[in-house]
C-alpha cells in the first residue's frame, strides 16, 4: 500500500484561533440542521400546495399554507456565480476567495449557494444540504456527477476528510477496529493510533493492525484518568479525528442478580469513558480546529441504538448508551467551539459476539467501518446504521409510546437475551 | 384606478449633515441635527413640525415615536421607515398624502444612520432573516456578492460590460469633486475604475460604496404654507412605489419600476426628453444603469448604448447624481434614499452651487431598497418640478 507523506507543520508557526462561519439561524432554519446532520436532501415545501420555497418562510409565499420538510430532487442550474474576494466576516475573510452561486433549484425557488470548482451560468448542478464548520445546515452547488469534491476546498473545509489525519481509535477489541482501521489507511488517514485495555491479555487483531502502515496500538483504559491523561499528554495535540469505539456489552433484565454490577460496569466505559476522554482529548481538538492543512476536524462515538429506545432486556446497557448521548451533546457543544464535528453513529444489533443471542439482521463489521467513513466523507452528525436500527428510529419519531410498549412486550427482540 | 394628482405639494429646505466615514455619535444625534437644520432653513422651532417622517436602520431600540419625546416634538403625522434606499420617496408619498388631506400642515423627512468601524459588519449578520439564514453564511460578502451575482446575469442579459459602468463610476467622481460634502475627492480615470481590486466579479472596488454616517432631510408642506413662510420649493409632479416586484423572475434583471413607470410618466404629464438631471439610488454603477433603462430614458435592451452616448456629469448632456451620489458621496445608510431628493431640491431651486444644472426644471428621483434575499425588494421614483 502506498503511504502518502505528509509535511509536519512549522512548530514555530502560531496555532490559528479556530473562527467559525456566521451561525445564527431562525429557529424554522433548523428544520434543515436535522436534516443536514443526517445527510437527507430535504427542503422547506408547501403542505397544502407543494410548492417548494426558500429560504424557509413561516408560511407558503404561494397559499399561505403551513410548511414542512420534504425530500426534494438534487439537481439545479447556475444562474449566476461570482467570488466573495474581500468577505465581511473574519471566518470567510481568512478563506477567500469563496465561490458563491445563485442556483435555480429544480424543484422551483432560487437559492444563494456555496459553489463548487464551476463557473459558467448554465451549468447544471448537483445541490448538497450539510453542515458548515460551525455546525449549521447550507447549500453547496457541485458538478453534477458527483466528481472532483477532493479538490474542493470549500467542500474540503465542511467534511471530515480522513486523507492526511491521524486518527485514534479507542478500543482495539471492538468488533470492527480492523476493518475501521483498514478503510481509514486506504481513505490516506497519516497516523491510526488504537487503545487497548487489559494490554496483558492476547489480542488476536495485533498482526492485521500492525501489518497496516502507519497504525500503532498503545494501552488506553478508558477506565483510568490516569491512562487517558497519559495518552493525551503524549499524542492529544496530534489527534485530528478521535473515533471513539469503546463498548461493554452486557444485555441483562433489570431484575437480574447481574444487573447492578453490569450496568455499572458498562457506565465506567461508555459514559464515563466518554467524560474521561472529553477532558483528556476535548480541549486540544477544539483548539486545533484550525490549524493548517491538518486541522482537527471530528469525533465519533459509536453508540448503541439502544440509548434512544431502550428494549428491558437490555437495561443497564441501554441507560449506559442513553447518558453516553446526552453527554454527547456536551462533547458536541464544547467541540463546536473549535468547528470540530461531532458524529454520533448508531447501531442496533452487530455481528459482536456479545449480541450472539440477537436474530438478523446484525450489522456487520464492514458495514459499520463504512458507515463511519461515509460519515466523515460528508460531514455528517448523525448516522444510523443497519435495518434494525433505521426501523427502530423511525418506529421512534413516529410515536415514542408504541415504541416503548413494543419492546416491553418482546415484540421486538422476544427472548433474545 | 389612477392616482389622483399631487395638488400643491411642495418640498423644501433641503438638508444635508456633512457625512463622516465614521462617527461617534448616535443615529439620534444626526436625526437631531437634521431637525435643527430644517428648522433653521424654515425660520422655524423644530416644534413647529407637525409631521416627523424618519427613515434609519441604526436608531435601536428606538424608533421615531421615542425621539419625539427626546426631542420635544408633538407631530400629528409620524412615520418611521427602516426600509433602505427606496424609504425617502416611500416617506415622501406618504407625507405628501398627509398635507394634501390636511391631516398636517410641515412634514420634516429624514433619512439619517450613523456608522462604527463595525456597524457594517453587524448590520450584515442581523440584516433579515433571509440573509441570516440563506445569505451571509455563504461566504459573507454583503451587499457586494448578492449584487454581484445579479450583476453578472444583468450584464449579460443587456450586453453591457464593465467599461460601459466606468463612464458612470467616472463622473460621479467628477460631480462629487464640486460637493464639498463628498466624502471621495479623488479624481477617478476610466484605467483606475477598470483596474480597481476585485471585490466580487464584476463587482470591483469603485463598483462599491463607503458607508459611512450623515443625515438628508427636507420639508413637505402645501405651497400655500410654504409661500406664507416665505421659502422657496419645488412641486411634487408624480410618484410610484412597488415592492417586491416580479417575485417569479429567477434573477433580478428589472425592478419593480417596469411595472409602475407608465403610471409615473402619464402622472407626470411629460417625456424622458423633458427631464433636466437624474438622481437614481447609485449603490452599484450598474444598478443606476438599471434604473435608467427601467425607468425608460432608454429603449429595452439600449442600456450599454446609452451608457456609451452620454455624459452624465453636471455639466454634461444628462446630468445624473449630480452631487456625486452614494458612489463618491458616501453611503449614510438609510440616508441614501433621501440623498438624491435632496439634491434635487436643490437643483430645481439654484442652490446646487458649483454643481448647478443650468436651467435645471424637472428631475426624476428614483430610490431603491432592501436586499432582503437574492434581489432588491423596492423601487420607486417620483418627478420633481421647478416652481
Known amino acids: 500500500m502506498m503511504v502518502e507523506h505528509f509535511p509536519r507543520k512549522n512548530p514555530l508557526l502560531r496555532t490559528q484561533t479556530p473562527l467559525l462561519p456566521p451561525a445564527a439561524r431562525s429557529r424554522a432554519a433548523h428544520l434543515l440542521t436535522a436534516a443536514a446532520c443526517a445527510g437527507r436532501f430535504e427542503l422547506p415545501c408547501c403542505t397544502t400546495c407543494n410548492a417548494f420555497a426558500w429560504p424557509i418562510p413561516e408560511a407558503c409565499p404561494k397559499c399561505m399554507g403551513e410548511i414542512a420538510l420534504r425530500k426534494a430532487p438534487q439537481g439545479g442550474e447556475l444562474l449566476s456565480a461570482t467570488v466573495a474576494e474581500v468577505p465581511a466576516d473574519p471566518y470567510f475573510r481568512e478563506r477567500a476567495p469563496w465561490r458563491v452561486g445563485l442556483v435555480k433549484l429544480d424543484c422551483g425557488p432560487i437559492a444563494v449557494t456555496h459553489l463548487g470548482p464551476l463557473k459558467e451560468p448554465g451549468a447544471r448542478v448537483n445541490v448538497t444540504l450539510m453542515l458548515d464548520r460551525a455546525g449549521q445546515a447550507v447549500l453547496h452547488a457541485g458538478p453534477q456527477k458527483g466528481g472532483a469534491m477532493q479538490d474542493d476546498p470549500q467542500w474540503q473545509d465542511m467534511v471530515a476528510n480522513p486523507r492526511g489525519r491521524r486518527i485514534l481509535i479507542t478500543d482495539a477489541r471492538h468488533f470492527c477496529a480492523i476493518p475501521l482501521t483498514q478503510a481509514l489507511v486506504k481513505a490516506g488517514a497519516a497516523e491510526v493510533t488504537l487503545g487497548l485495555h487489559d494490554s496483558w491479555k492476547p489480542f488476536e487483531g495485533r498482526g492485521a493492525l500492525e501489518s497496516l502502515p502507519c497504525v500503532k496500538i498503545e494501552s488506553l483504559d478508558l477506565g483510568s484518568d490516569r491512562s487517558i491523561q497519559d495518552m493525551a499528554a503524549q499524542i492529544g495535540g496530534k489527534i485530528e479525528i478521535l473515533i471513539n469505539t469503546a463498548d461493554v456489552l452486557r444485555p441483562g433484565w433489570l431484575m437480574s442478580p447481574r444487573a447492578p454490577v453490569e450496568a455499572k460496569a458498562v457506565m465506567e466505559i461508555v459514559a464515563f469513558g466518554l467524560m474521561r476522554l472529553a477532558r483528556g482529548f476535548g480541549p486540544a481538538m477544539a483548539s486545533r480546529g484550525a490549524d493548517g492543512a491538518r486541522s482537527a476536524v471530528a469525533w465519533v462515538n459509536l453508540l448503541s441504538v439502544f440509548g434512544r429506545a431502550h428494549p428491558p432486556e437490555l437495561a443497564g446497557y441501554a441507560a449506559a448508551h442513553a447518558a453516553a448521548l446526552a453527554l454527547s451533546h456536551a462533547v458536541r457543544a464544547e467541540l463546536a467551539t473549535g468547528g470540530v464535528r461531532l458524529m454520533t453513529v448508531l447501531t442496533g444489533p452487530t455481528e459482536d459476539e456479545w449480541f450472539q443471542a440477537f436474530p438478523p439482521p446484525r450489522v456487520s463489521a464492514d458495514a459499520l467501518a463504512k458507515a463511519v467513513l461515509d460519515g466523515l466523507m460528508r460531514g455528517l452528525e448523525e448516522v444510523v446504521v443497519g435495518d434494525v436500527a433505521r426501523d427502530l428510529m423511525a418506529r421512534l419519531e413516529e410515536n415514542p409510546k408504541a415504541i416503548e410498549r413494543e419492546l416491553a412486550q418482546g415484540r421486538m427482540y422476544g427472548g433474545a437475551a | ?387
Open chain 2, 1 to 387: 384606478m389612477s392616482a389622483a394628482p399631487y395638488t400643491s405639494v411642495v418640498l423644501c429646505c433641503p438638508v444635508t449633515v456633512d457625512y463622516t466615514r465614521h462617527s461617534i455619535r448616535p443615529a439620534a444625534w444626526w436625526v437631531a441635527r437634521a431637525l435643527a437644520g430644517l428648522a433653521a432653513a424654515a425660520g422655524l422651532s423644530h416644534r413647529d413640525f407637525d409631521g416627523f417622517s424618519l427613515a434609519s436602520f441604526t436608531l435601536g431600540p428606538d424608533s421615531a415615536i421615542g425621539l419625539t419625546q427626546q426631542f420635544g416634538l408633538s407631530p400629528r403625522f409620524l412615520d418611521f421607515l427602516p426600509l433602505g434606499g427606496v424609504a425617502g420617496i416611500v416617506g415622501l408619498r406618504r407625507a405628501a398624502r398627509a398635507v394634501q388631506a390636511g391631516d398636517a400642515d410641515a412634514i420634516a423627512c429624514i433619512g439619517a444612520d450613523t456608522n462604527g468601524p463595525h456597524w457594517f459588519r453587524h448590520s450584515l449578520e442581523t440584516f433579515s432573516r433571509a440573509s441570516q439564514d440563506a445569505v451571509y453564511p455563504y461566504g459573507s460578502g454583503g451587499p457586494n456578492v448578492s449584487f454581484a451575482l445579479i450583476a453578472r446575469a444583468w450584464m449579460a442579459a443587456n450586453g453591457v460590460r464593465r467599461e460601459d459602468l466606468a463612464r458612470l463610476a467616472v463622473d460621479s467622481r467628477t460631480n462629487a469633486r464640486a460637493n464639498p460634502n463628498a466624502l471621495m475627492q479623488k479624481a477617478l480615470t476610466e484605467e483606475e475604475y477598470l483596474a480597481a481590486r476585485p471585490i466580487a466579479p464584476p463587482i470591483h472596488l469603485f463598483d462599491c460604496v463607503m458607508p459611512c454616517a450623515g443625515a438628508e432631510a427636507f420639508l413637505v408642506m402645501r405651497e400655500a404654507t410654504a409661500q406664507a413662510l416665505g421659502l422657496t420649493f419645488v412641486r411634487l409632479a408624480a410618484a410610484i412605489e412597488r415592492h417586491n416586484a416580479f417575485p417569479d423572475d429567477p434573477v433580478m434583471l428589472r425592478g419593480g419600476w417596469v411595472q409602475d413607470r407608465d403610471q409615473l410618466w402619464s402622472m407626470a404629464g411629460v417625456t424622458p426628453g423633458a427631464v433636466d438631471l437624474v438622481q437614481t439610488y447609485d449603490d452599484y454603477p450598474f444598478i443606476s444603469a438599471m434604473q435608467f433603462q427601467d425607468l425608460g430614458l432608454c429603449g429595452p435592451g439600449e442600456v450599454a448604448d446609452y451608457l456609451r452616448a452620454h455624459d452624465f456629469t453636471h455639466s454634461g448632456d444628462r446630468p445624473h447624481n449630480t452631487s456625486g451620489g452614494q458612489l463618491s458621496g458616501g453611503q449614510a445608510g438609510c440616508a441614501g434614499g433621501h440623498l438624491g431628493l435632496v439634491e434635487a431640491i436643490r437643483q430645481l431651486t439654484g442652490t446646487a452651487g458649483a454643481r448647478q444644472v443650468k436651467g435645471a426644471k424637472r428631475a426624476l428621483v428614483s430610490g431603491f431598497g432592501m436586499i432582503n434575499f437574492d434581489r432588491g425588494l423596492g423601487s420607486a421614483a417620483a418627478m420633481l418640478e421647478a416652481a
